[in-house]
C-alpha cells in the first residue's frame, strides 16, 4: 500500500529522509505545486489530489503545514487514515495570534528570508548530528520564496472544524509553532520540537508502525 507524505512550508521529502514503513508499505512524495493568486488553503489541497491514486487504498501522512492538507485532502477523498505529524487538525487549534494576525491581514508582510535566517538560526543551535543539522540548512535553502509567502497566509487565512475519520497526531512535547497545549494528540513525543521527526525519527517510525498495523494489518 502507498503511504503519502506531504512535507511543511517551504520543505520537500527529504524531510522524511529517516522514515522507515513497515513491510508491504510504500513511501510516495507529494511535491508542492505553484499556488494560484489568492488561492486559499483548501483550493489548493484539492490540487493536490491530483498527484494521489484513488483506484486503491492509501494513507496520507502529513507534516505541519502538510498536515493541514491532508486534512482538507481527506475531505475530499478517503484514505485508510490520516496521520499528520508536528500540525493541527483544525483552525481553533491554531495559537491566538495567528488567528489575529490573519484577521489583520498580516501574513502578506512576513518576509521569508526572515523566516528562513531564523530556522537556520534555531537548527544551528539546536539540531543534532551535524548531518541532520545540514539536512536542515539544504532544505531551508531549496525553499521557494514565492510559495512560502503564499502559504503563511494561506495558513492564517484556514477555515476548518470538520477532522476526518480514521484520524491520528504525533505531536511533540516542546513544539514552538503550534504548542501541543492547544491541540489534542492521539501520540505523543516527549521532549519533540517542530522537527522531531528529524530528530527523533524512532519515535516517529514506531508510532507510524503502530498506526499503520492496527488500521490496516
Not at 505553484?34 to 494521489?52: H, V
Not at 539546536?126 to 536542515?136: F, G, I, K, W, Y
Not at 476548518?160 to 489534542?184: A, V
Not at 522531531?196 to 503502530?210: A, G
Request: with cysteine.
Amino acid at each position: 500500500m502507498k503511504v503519502y507524505f506531504i512535507p511543511g512550508i517551504g520543505a520537500d521529502y527529504r524531510l522524511f529522509t529517516h522514515i522507515r514503513l513497515p513491510e508491504g508499505y510504500t513511501p510516495s512524495w507529494v511535491h508542492w505545486i505553484d499556488p494560484i493568486e489568492n488561492e486559499r488553503l483548501e483550493a489548493y489541497a484539492f490540487r493536490l489530489t491530483e498527484q494521489i491514486d484513488t483506484s486503491e487504498p492509501f494513507i496520507l501522512v502529513g507534516l505541519s503545514l502538510g498536515g493541514m492538507m491532508a486534512v482538507e485532502i481527506a475531505k475530499r477523498i478517503r484514505p485508510v487514515c490520516t496521520i499528520i505529524i508536528s500540525s493541527i487538525p483544525v483552525t481553533d487549534h491554531l495559537p491566538g495570534y495567528f488567528r489575529l494576525a490573519g484577521r489583520l491581514g498580516m501574513g502578506k508582510l512576513i518576509s521569508p528570508s526572515f523566516l528562513k535566517a531564523a530556522s537556520s538560526a534555531k537548527h544551528a543551535l539546536t539540531m543534532r548530528p551535524a548531518s541532520n543539522r545540514q539536512l536542515m540548512f539544504d532544505i531551508i535553502r531549496d525553499g521557494d520564496d514565492r510559495f512560502i509567502r503564499w502559504a503563511i497566509n494561506a495558513v492564517l487565512e484556514w477555515d476548518n472544524r470538520e477532522i476526518p475519520q480514521p484520524f491520528y497526531h504525533i505531536h511533540g512535547t516542546r513544539d514552538e509553532i503550534f504548542p501541543i497545549g492547544l491541540t489534542s494528540p492521539t501520540h505523543i513525543v516527549e521532549k519533540g520540537d517542530h522537527m522531531f521527526v528529524v530528530s527523533q525519527p524512532e519515535k516517529v517510525n514506531h508510532f507510524l508502525k503502530e498506526i499503520i498495523l492496527a488500521t490496516h494489518p
